[in-house]
């Protein structure tokens, strides 16, 4: 059984939707699904996950991604029945072929997803709409904002904007230590703010529509028309995770050790940096004469024995007597 995480992940964040493929996959089976638009494809570890199933189900693939990574660029060269277009997602969708799925995972805040979502609906609403999948609906983007390209955000929609945020779950502001983020709303909740604020918005102005969560891997969200001939299908399959307590409990769970490793390694570099100047302080009191004359006086007034030595200090700062130049005793 293959249970490590995918895609390119040496954090092991999890931050793939790939790690939600045995859900994903049978709900685009179930919808019936030929065609499949992937918003946000990046390094490409998802589209790798939709050309395999693609294969099977004889379905086509099309990659939305901007500015595409190595990665993603060569499986576009290997593979005919995958069509990569390198622009925003609005951009894109003013021209592309209405899929019958759309996966939405490009930058995670509310205008963005807002329009992603407005722009597909003006071309297919009601029971004759596409399949709408969308990750990162739970923490931390599910009611916070993060950017990758703040200058294309409307100025309105970035007001909290922070550079640098660092994110802990159950902490509505910053934190000095958590997950990082390029740029992140420095609260959470509030109004147009998140992704699943968006989503929620867009599904409650719009009759017939029904939301599920999948509360594992940072969120993994459904959203179809009750009316579509596959709906029924769909709901067969999402609904026993959907707002499932058991996953929301391990979820949480994972995002706290994940969040919390953050933190002890923070911790553990302003630590380093400390000891760092402590060390070059000791030694340059081991190379003085000043420290010499203080050992020998001490030794004297306690019988031979000093208070300190630069032999206790060495050892302190995990050096050997090579490693440090010693002035000679004083005369």
């Not at 593979?79 to 899929?99: G, K, N, Q, W």
């Not at 067969?236 to 002890?264: G, Q, S, Y």
């Amino acid at each position: 059984m293959d249970t490590d995480l995918r895609g390119n992940d040496p954090g092991r964040w999890g931050h793939s939707l790939a790690n939600l493929g045995e859900i994903m996959l049978p709900v685009l089976d179930a919808a019936g699904a030929k065609s499949v638009v992937e918003i946000g494809s990046y390094e490409g570890d998802l589209t790798r996950v939709l050309l395999g199933w693609a294969e099977g189900a004889g379905a086509t693939v099309t990659a939305i991604e901007p500015k595409p990574q190595p990665e993603l660029s060569e499986l576009n060269q290997q593979r005919s029945d995958l069509t990569v277009v390198e622009e925003t997602s609005l951009e894109a969708f003013r021209h592309i072929e209405l899929p019958d799925a759309v996966i939405v995972d490009g930058d995670h805040n509310f205008y963005t997803v807002e329009q992603e979502l407005k722009a597909i609906d003006e071309r297919a609403s009601g029971a004759d709409a596409p399949l709408l999948l969308f990750h990162d609906v739970c923490w931390p983007h599910g009611r916070r904002d993060a950017y990758y390209v703040p200058e294309q955000i409307p100025e309105e929609y970035r007001e909290s904007m922070v550079r640098g945020a660092h994110l802990f779950p159950g902490e509505p502001g910053l934190t000095p230590g958590g997950l990082p983020y390029h740029w992140a709303a420095d609260h959470e909740g509030g109004l147009r703010n998140g992704v699943l604020t968006a989503v929620e918005e867009f599904v409650d102005a719009r009759e017939g529509l029904r939301l599920a969560i999948v509360p594992a891997f940072f969120g993994f969200g459904v959203v179809w028309h009750r009316d579509a001939p596959w709906a029924d299908a769909v709901a067969e399959v999402v609904d026993p995770w959907d707002r499932n307590p058991i996953l929301a409990r391990l979820e949480a769970n994972r995002v706290f050790h994940l969040a919390n490793e953050h933190v002890r390694r923070t911790e553990v570099i302003h630590l380093n940096k400390r000891v760092g100047v402590q060390r070059d302080v000791l030694r340059l009191m081991l190379n003085s004469r000043a420290f010499a004359w203080g050992e020998r006086l001490s030794r004297l007034r306690k019988g031979g024995k000093p208070v300190f030595s630069r032999e206790s200090v060495r050892r302190a700062i995990g050096n050997s007597d090579a490693e440090l130049e010693s002035p000679s005793d004083p005369s």
